[in-house]
T-cell receptor
Framework: SAVISQKPSRDICQRGTSLTIQCQVDSQVTMMFWYRQQPGQSLTLIAT?????????ESGFVIDKFPISRPNLTFSTLTVSNMSPEDSSIYLCSVDQTSLKTQYFGPGTRLLVL | GQNIDQPTEMTATEGAIVQINCTYQ??????LFWYQQHAGEAPTFLSY????GLEEKGRFSSFLSRSKGYSYLLLKELQMKDSASYLC???????????FGAGTRLAVHP
């Protein structure tokens, strides 16, 4: 199975600032996904990150607020821009390994915006 | 979320069997996942079903009926450590994205 790491694991930020979250995988994967999990809730897909093209965003999420980079097949970043307390959440990346019939999640980044 | 329904909470006794049901919208269906999530941790993959029938993996089994838009996760010989949230997720679209249900919080008591 893929080993996924995220940086930072947690952060406390001031409103109006931006935070970039990194996701690193130990093998090349085609699809990487970014999810948000707000307190007490399930996971919501933010966007799909494809290498070599712009990310595909879900309804309610826009590139200006959540810019995503995918420079190669093992790495992606998600930036949470101009943060507000409502952005306090856990942000998780996942990778699709269809050949193994599964999707694995990274450990998550716990963000608190004051 | 997005027409995936599962019970909010369930309780069960240590050593017993529990079945967690999930119904989903069938259009654009590419597969059904179950994840376990302990408080404060990331989801852990449990099972993936794309064909009808039962997939057994140790104490955990997952069932799928594509025509009915229905799945269940069966947990046998429950242990206290099985207390967690269980997330049903439907795979859809060309990019294999996952759409999650709200999750079922399972409490196992002695």
């Amino acid at each position: 199975s893929a080993v996924i790491s995220q940086k930072p694991s947690r952060d406390i930020c001031q409103r109006g600032t931006s935070l970039t979250i990194q996701c690193q995988v130990d093998s090349q994967v085609t699809m990487m996904f970014w999810y948000r999990q707000q307190p007490g809730q399930s996971l919501t897909l933010i966007a799909t990150a494809n290498q070599g093209s712009e990310a595909t965003y879900e309804s309610g999420f826009v590139i200006d607020k959540f810019p995503i980079s995918r420079p190669n097949l093992t790495f992606s970043t998600l930036t949470v821009s101009n943060m507000s307390p409502e952005d306090s959440s856990i942000y998780l990346c996942s990778v699709d390994q269809t050949s193994l019939k599964t999707q694995y999640f990274g450990p998550g980044t716990r963000l608190l915006v004051l | 979320g997005q027409n995936i329904d599962q019970p909010t909470e369930m309780t069960a006794t240590e050593g017993a069997i529990v079945q967690i049901n999930c119904t989903y919208q069938t259009s654009g269906f590419n597969g059904l996942f179950w994840y376990q999530q302990h408080a404060g941790e990331a989801p852990t993959f449990l099972s993936y079903n794309v064909l009808d029938g039962l997939e057994e993996k140790g104490r955990f089994s997952s069932f799928l009926s594509r025509s009915k838009g229905y799945s269940y996760l069966l947990l046998k010989e429950l242990q206290m450590k099985d207390s967690a949230s269980y997330l049903c997720a439907r795979m859809s679209g060309g990019y294999n994205k996952l759409i999650f249900g709200a999750g079922t919080r399972l409490a196992v008591h002695p």
